[in-house]
């Protein structure tokens, strides 16, 4: 998780400039990982490692269920739209950013607390605001799964830039995350889509690794 719009002595100032680098500052590092940076051409990002506790417990990792959807958007064309969405300045799109700044350090907390419901609702609020910074976040296809999966969890979040392809579920419990295991498995099977399948869940502690085949 990352506060894009926060600097550390700044909290509340923007920079004109969208730090993809915060991304890629903590897929470079194992654990669960809170990214902060400061506004401006010199953002200094720093890395804070959090408790992975609910990441690894196996009564709050039986809760969660991570999927590939098949389905995934252009990143680099979200990313662009972002970026103008930031040197244009609107006051509505400034005040999602500063939300989605605040919702990190709210899930900051919930994992320090090991709160995993308090995880949940953030999780699930990041999602609203996700689709309020770029429409295509989603397309009709994800809304169309996440509609018939709603009795089934508590929060839902595509993941990785411009969204990905990767869906992340947290249900009330195991029995409601088997529930939408098996909704999921039934998915792919209605659609025939390949791509799609469900993902064990497993937190990477090494972080970025390059291998050469």
């Known amino acids: 998780m990352s506060d894009p719009a926060a600097g550390r002595d700044t909290p509340n100032s923007l920079s004109r400039h969208t730090p993809p680098y915060t991304l890629r500052e903590g897929g470079a590092a194992g654990g669960v990982k809170f ?51 930031f040197n244009s300045m609107t ?12 919702l990190a350090h709210a899930a900051r907390h919930a994992i320090a607390r090991r709160a995993p419901d308090a995880l949940a609702d953030v999780v699930s609020r990041s999602w609203q605001e996700n689709k309020l910074i770029h429409p295509s976040t989603t397309n009709r296809e994800i809304d169309q799964l996440l ?24 249900s009330a419990d195991a029995d409601a995350a088997g529930a939408l295991q098996r909704e999921l498995d039934a998915h792919v099977e209605d659609t025939g889509n390949r791509r799609a399948r469900r993902v064990a869940f497993a937190l990477n502690k090494a972080g970025l690794q390059v291998t050469v085949s």
């Open 147 to 170: 509609k018939r999966l709603r009795p089934h969890y508590q929060a839902v979040k595509l993941l990785g830039a411009g969204g990905g392809g990767y869906a992340y579920f947290i």
């Open 91 to 102: 006051p509505a799109f400034l005040f999602t950013v500063r939300r989605i700044g605040t």
């Open 35 to 85: 990214v902060e940076s400061a506004p401006g051409l010199r953002p200094d990002p720093h890395v804070y490692q959090l408790d992975p506790y609910l990441f690894e417990d196996p009564a709050s990792t039986a809760r969660m269920t991570l999927f590939y959807t098949g389905a995934t958007r252009l990143a680099r064309n979200i990313l662009q739209d972002v970026v103008d969405g």
